[in-house]
């Protein structure tokens, strides 16, 4: 590997990797819940809230990160509690880029979940309930498990679009080298750069193979679930 | 004793049941379909809240809206049956088994008696239930064990498939043990056979009848097709356009109008429980003591103290004012005409008291006018043997 990218590369490679993995894990288990309420529950304000959900989609990412700097900059609302109370600065840091792609690859993993959650057959769901399962107990291990496929094509989708967030991840986090510069910010420094184009091309290429492996990993996930599944 | 009194109005539609029966027994809720059955199972098992009323299943109230409170359906311990399975695609059949399972043992309900030692023999159960229940009614059946019903159900061969591998007799069956593996105090069915076609259904039937002899559990049936009541039913609740119309045992309801309205002329007729006094192999036969009388009838495979029920279709029934000679027919129930009820627009449905038991026999309104049949005529009615057949159905010896 060291052979093949330099190291400026490999930090890339590896922050976009990061970044977009932290981003999963942490919007996947509010998703979910988002999800879960969007679907069943009925309230009042519950288009309110699917319009926000979706937000990001139609806002420029230009424009979410700099909500997000006005919200969890250091002197931000947010921001400025999490640095004061428990010492955790999100702008300008890792953690920030991944705060960034999760808000912007919210509303894809919303959507694919609640398509999933849709399909699952409360008939099902009332037979556990017949047989002793309370809500918890039901969600885990009846409706879960039945939107299994729904989730991972979510996390993957969310996943692979994290790899390439740039606007949101760039005015939020800005572009350190090695903190912040994941794949596409180190593409766009090497085009902006004199004599950068090897390095732009090699790094658009390493693009392309991570998201051809992506939607690779996405369609086996996909079969073995299915089959888990019994389908 | 299962009692219930409840109001359910739901798009357009106004349910309205009333009745009580007594459990353990088969009680079939029998009706045409939308007349709201389903609606009601559902009731009693909590999917759905009423809109008023009680529901009390021996000491325990499930619902009481006056007293504004309802046992949440997971704790009601009421097992269900569905018309469509409703296995879960990613367990294979033993983990469907043992979810139900599992979850009454985290609840502590249905442990094994002292010892915890084998289970008991099936035959033994059914005598230690009714037991139970004439001490007191409070106690909880024995636990009933997976490998008893693993057993029962003859499902040995099916634990490892998934349940897209499983014909749909054998769904059904996998649905049945795993209701019955969460320790239910009460089953519904909801129409289990309906999706199966008529060799799947005879496949299931067996089983069926296996678990209200063996296990002595409460079931409510529910059931559009009067040919599963008569085999399966030892109370019937008889529904139309969402009332309850009429109510009682199977041998009551048989003979009462309202049974007529719903299943048509031609399937009227009175049911029977006799128990078996010889039997004949060789020609498929056997005698049955019906009330003060003998009733041969076409029966294979019972031996001799069997229960059996026999339905003797109205319009199968002739009735005689002499005792008649050289017949074929082989049997002649002496008895006297309690009831003439008008049928048809050319028909009489006679009922005829023959010791305790009615038989009833639809004669043509000429006949009954010819041969001056009056209440306390005295007549015999004559039975084809072979008019029996498919109309007798072994039943509990307990119940």
Redesign the interface.
């Known amino acids: 590997m060291n052979d093949l990218l330099s190291p400026a590369e490999l930090d890339a490679l590896r922050l976009s990797l990061e970044v977009a993995g932290r981003a999963v894990a942490f919007s996947l288990p509010v998703a979910i819940g988002i999800a879960w309420i969007l679907t069943r529950v009925r309230f009042p304000g519950r288009s309110v809230l699917d319009a926000f959900v979706h937000l990001p989609l139609v806002l420029p990412p230009v424009a979410v990160g700099y909500v997000l700097l006005v919200l969890f900059g250091i002197n931000g609302a947010f921001g400025g509690w999490l640095h004061d109370r428990l010492g955790i600065q999100l702008a300008f840091t890792t953690g920030g880029a991944a705060l960034a792609t999760a808000v912007m690859s919210f509303p894809l993993m919303v959507r694919a979940i609640r398509i999933a959650l849709e399909n699952v057959?409360l008939?099902?769901e009332?037979?556990?309930?017949?047989?002793?399962?309370?809500p918890w107990?039901r969600f885990f291990?009846?409706t879960l498990?039945?939107m299994l496929p729904g989730v991972l094509a979510g996390a993957v989708t969310a996943f692979a679009a994290g790899l390439g967030e740039f606007g949101a991840v760039i005015t939020f986090a800005a572009n350190v080298p090695g903190v912040t510069r994941t794949l596409p910010l180190a593409l766009y420094t090497a085009i902006q750069s004199p004599g950068g184009d090897p390095v732009a091309f090699r790094l658009a290429v390493l693009s392309l193979i991570l998201g051809l492996l992506g939607l690779l990993a996405a369609e086996l996930l996909a079969r073995y679930v299915r089959r888990?599944?019994?389908? | 004793m299962l009692r219930v009194s409840t109001l359910k109005k739901r798009d357009g539609f106004t349910l309205k049941a009333e009745f009580e029966v007594p459990t353990p027994g088969v009680v079939a809720l029998f009706g045409r379909s939308g007349c709201g059955k389903t609606t009601l199972v559902n009731l009693i098992s909590g999917l759905l809240a009423p809109d008023e009323g009680r529901i009390q299943l021996n000491d325990t109230v499930l619902t009481d809206t006056r007293a504004g409170m309802s046992v949440p359906v997971e704790q009601r311990r009421i097992g269900y049956v569905f018309q469509d399975a409703r296995l879960f695609p990613h367990f294979t059949v033993l983990g469907n088994l043992r979810y139900g399972l599992k979850r009454s043992r985290r609840r502590g309900v249905g442990r094994v008696g002292p010892l915890g030692g084998a289970a008991p023999a099936a035959g033994a159960r059914a005598g230690a239930a009714a037991g139970t229940a004439a001490a007191g009614g409070t106690a909880d059946p024995p636990a009933i064990e997976f490998d008893e019903v693993v057993e029962l159900l003859g499902l040995g061969s099916l634990l490892d498939r998934r349940p897209y591998q499983l014909s749909g007799g054998e769904r059904q069956r996998v649905g049945l043990g795993r209701a019955l593996l969460s320790q239910p105090r009460l089953l519904l069915l909801d129409e289990p056979l309906a999706s199966l076609d008529m060799a799947r259904r005879e496949e299931v039937l067996p089983y069926l009848e296996a678990l209200r002899d063996h296990l002595a559990m409460p079931m409510v049936y529910v059931s559009h097709q009067f040919d599963e009541v008569l085999q399966l039913a030892t109370h019937v609740v008889l529904m139309e356009a969402g009332r309850v119309v009429t109510h009682g045992t199977l041998n009551e309801v048989s003979v009462r109008p309202e049974l007529r309205a719903i299943v048509g002329p031609d399937a009227v007729g009175s049911v029977l429980d006799g128990i078996v006094t010889r039997t004949d192999p060789a020609q498929g036969m056997a005698d049955l003591r019906l009330g003060h009388g003998t009733l041969f009838v076409s029966l294979q495979n019972v031996a001799v103290g069997a229960r059996v029920r026999v339905q003797l279709l109205a319009r199968d029934i002739i009735l005689a004012t002499q005792k008649p000679q050289g017949l074929s027919v082989r049997n002649e129930l002496q008895g006297v005409i309690a009831e003439l009820a008008p049928d048809d627009h050319d028909g009489v449905l006679v009922k005829v008291d023959i010791g305790g038991e009615v038989v009833l026999s639809r004669v043509t309104q000429d006949a009954a006018t010819a041969l001056n049949f009056q209440p306390g005529t005295r007549v015999w009615a004559l039975v084809k043997a072979v008019s029996t057949r498919g109309h007798t159905f072994r039943v509990a010896t307990g119940t």
Do not use: E, F, K, Y
Not at chain 1, 126 to 134: E, F, N, Q
């Open positions: 057959d008939g099902l009332a037979a556990a309930r017949t047989l002793g399962a309370g107990d291990t009846i498990p039945l888990l599944l019994g389908r």
